[in-house]
């Protein structure tokens, strides 16, 4: 499994980059909103992401139209080479995938919740498909159930045909809000997690790996005194 960093923030990225296992990163607009961006710096702010992350960088596109989703991606993809066009799942969204797959242009798929949407979307040439975990727990249904069954169902196809240089299309289980999420996603296989910084940090942390290390060192004072 990889991991991506799902926020909008330089400092969390550029902190999570220095830890040595960040594959890419995942923006939304509500993420842009959060840390106070504003609508004339999104492109140079995608920019300054793409040179903090050696890896994809999601940037999403906020039209409703198929023509204006691929002129809009065409120049998102026009800022950096790592630039993926997020598109969300939906009937313009599927045809906007079609050209800008069709024309080399990496594409994640967002808001996916169903099988039949994530199976449309790789036939349409998605790259990267975002199954939602957390927006289905937030309405009581199972979100990690509903993962396993997208993984389930791309694995029983080959797409290759479809994506951007005959890439196989990965899935990045997306709307995680836990350590949890993670690990049972990487058991169903996902191909990759998008995970918010605290989720980030937790999955570093460990009570026993924090009273170990306690003990190691008050062991190593005792070899210093000896
Ligand atoms: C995915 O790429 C989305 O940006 C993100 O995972 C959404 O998460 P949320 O449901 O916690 O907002």
Request: hydrophobic share 45%; with cysteine; net charge negative.
């Amino acid at each position: 499994m990889k991991f991506f960093l799902d926020t909008a923030d330089l400092a969390e990225i550029e902190e999570a980059a220095s830890w040595g296992a960040l594959a890419g990163v995942t923006t939304n607009p509500s993420l842009y909103a959060k840390i106070g961006g504003k609508l004339d710096d999104f492109h140079a702010h995608i920019k300054r992401i793409c040179d903090l992350v050696d890896g994809p960088v999601s940037a999403e596109a906020v039209s409703t139209t198929r023509d204006q989703i691929v002129r809009e991606g065409r120049e998102l993809a026009a800022l950096a080479p790592n630039v993926v066009v997020k598109i969300p799942t939906m009937v313009e969204g599927l045809a906007a995938t079609r050209t800008l797959a069709d024309e080399g242009i990496p594409v994640n798929m967002t808001l996916c919740f169903s099988v039949p949407q994530a199976l449309l979307a790789a036939r349409a040439g998605a790259r990267y498909i975002s199954p939602f975990i957390g927006r289905f727990d937030d309405i009581a249904d199972d979100g990690l159930g509903q993962l396993a069954n997208v993984v389930a169902a791309l694995g029983n196809y080959d797409f290759s045909q479809s994506t951007v240089g005959g890439q196989q299309v990965e899935v990045i289980a997306a709307s995680v809000r836990s350590a949890h999420h993670v690990t049972q996603s990487a058991l169903m296989g996902a191909d990759i997690a998008t995970v918010p910084f605290g989720v980030l940090k937790k999955m570093v942390q460990h009570p026993l790996t924090d009273r170990g290390l306690e003990s190691f060192m008050s062991d190593w004072e005792k070899v210093k005194n000896a």
